[in-house]
């Protein structure tokens, strides 16, 4: 009987029983063991599928099987991988090599009884075969392109009173693009206020506001439950709750008004669903929709391409650090689970630079006059 999920099957177990193609169908049942126990660990059914079929591929390549793996095995997989027509980005070779290091270490669990069975049938055991010296690198200039940075704050004045001015053309032009435009600008700010990913904005219902008891002055939107943030790879989405803070107080009036009848509700499909943005003709607006309106607005604001709207997050996260925000308390805000990602999306103006250097020489100096 199997103690954990993915241990070694029965059929295998049984010394008795003799197999046919011995090494196929011992690695099969590895990959199926495996998959067990990715499955218990609540991974997604595409991550698992994805694991498996780079595992697949590398014991093609290797021609050999996980017991007779070696490092040298692992030199070549990667050299022929960006040796091909097909130039592959540095990400998807970190997530291959993770998968092959995840499986090497499901294979040389003692729990799972692999190591054992190996030894026995095969005389040779499975080991770890993927380390840092042999596996692609990940350094943090790789993590984030340089292009990708957050908006200045005037940038950002003139990103969002693009969007209003595209709001008043439309009205005055009695055009019924009016009330999209009007939704997409308050969408944008509500983006910016609460540091949000795309899908995260798009998801958002009217409901998912509440109070904070701490800011009462808030009234029911001092926090907002973030119930489609993204999740560690392979797992579902997760949730975070996002405080407003002073430095976006702005947004609660937005929201008061957005959460009304002279808001949302002159959407007629309004009534069809609580999610925060509807459309026109469909329960919601989309992410591509947002996608479309953001770049008619950033042409119109005169604002260069690199500028996307993932970057008001990025904004969110700098300017909240400049404001002197505890970073443990930012990286919470947004929803990292380390640190190091928090720090990359930040990107600090020089001036807040400057003024850092001269409020640690202005300590110094007072620091020295107390010693003398």
Known sequence: MEIVPGGVPAFLADGDVGLLRAEDRVFEAMLDGWRSQLLARGLTIAFIKSSCSVVTRFQE?????????SAHHVDEYFA????????????????????IRAFCSYLTDPRYGWVTFSERVFQNVPSQVVFEWNSPRHTTDDAVPPHRRSYTKPELQTFFDAADDLVDYEFSKASKS??????DSIAFKVCYAYGLR???????????????PHVPTYGPYGACQVRWAKGTKGSGPRRRTVLTVPEFD???????????PEGRERFSTADRSRLLWPSERAD??????????????RQSAGLPPELSMHALRHSYVTHLIEAGYDPLFVQQQVGHSYSSTTALYTSVSADFKQKTVQQMIARRIVTGDENQ
Request: aromatic letters at 14%.
């Open 61 to 69: 390549h290797s021609n050999e099987y996980p017991w007779t793996w």
């Open 80 to 99: 022929d991988r960006r040796s091909g027509e097909k130039q592959l980005a540095l990400s998807t070779l970190r997530a291959n090599s993770n998968a």
């Open 178 to 183: 009016w009330l999209p435009a009007l939704r």
């Open 198 to 212: 795309r899908r995260e904005l798009a998801m958002l219902e009217y409901v998912d506001f509440g109070p904070n």
């Open 250 to 260: 702005w947004v609660v009036d937005l929201l008061k008004f957005w959460i009304s």
């Open 284 to 297: 919601a607006a989309g992410i591509r929709n947002f996608d479309r309106s953001f770049q008619r607005v």
